[in-house]
């Protein structure tokens, strides 16, 4: 289930994200950075360990791509603070508002850590537990990656930005608001 939401929550994410890094938010080195994601609830499930393509134009998608729920997203709301980030994202998804809260923190040329914590505004929906991740520059990225390719722990890398294409094409191939609706 975790990984399912760390993969799906990127995909989303992009559609929302023209000029964000122009907004505030800090701008990822180039090259591949190595990202760990821990959850925060007891006991902790063991940690996901993902590789990251980054460029500058795919820094923020992948900066602030761990978190669930943002798919039609206002431009996130970004507060530095020192070498400190808060970022808060109101999303909607079907109809069910998201709020993100980000802290991050880094030099963001060899290394980053961040916190979030989810709330969905539906009480039909579980609310996740808080999440840790940290990311830490290991060069440029592998031969045959591109910018925006996340490789998974079982070695299947997916492009969040040609992901987040297909997603918005999905959008409008049938009606949501048919009776029934479900993804």
């Known amino acids: 289930f975790f990984m399912k939401r760390y993969i799906a929550a990127p995909v989303v994410l992009m559609a ?15 090259g591949l950075w190595e990202v760990v994601v821990q959850n925060q609830q007891e006991p902790a499930p063991p940690p996901v360990k ?35 980030y808060s970022v808060q994202m109101v999303c909607a998804v079907h109809d069910v508002k998201v709020n993100t ?13 961040a916190t979030f914590e989810t709330r969905f505004a539906s009480t039909e929906v579980a609310q996740p537990p808080a999440q840790k991740y940290e990311g830490n520059w290991q060069g440029p990225c592998k031969p045959g990656m591109k910018p925006a390719d ?8 997916i492009n969040l930005k040609e ?7 999905h959008d409008h191939d049938h009606d949501h608001s048919a009776p029934g609706h479900k993804h």
């Open 163 to 169: 992901k987040a294409a297909a997603s918005a094409k």
């Open 16 to 30: 929302c994200q023209a000029g964000w890094a122009a907004q505030g938010l800090p701008v990822l080195k180039e």
């Open 101 to 113: 809260k980000y802290l991050l923190s880094g030099d963001f040329s060899s290394r980053y850590s």
């Open 50 to 84: 993902v590789l990251q393509c980054v460029d500058k134009r795919t820094s923020a998608l992948m900066l602030l791509s761990p978190a669930p729920g943002q798919e039609n997203c206002r431009a996130p709301k970004v507060k530095k603070s020192g070498g400190s």
């Open 150 to 157: 996340l490789e998974l722990p079982n070695r299947i890398t």
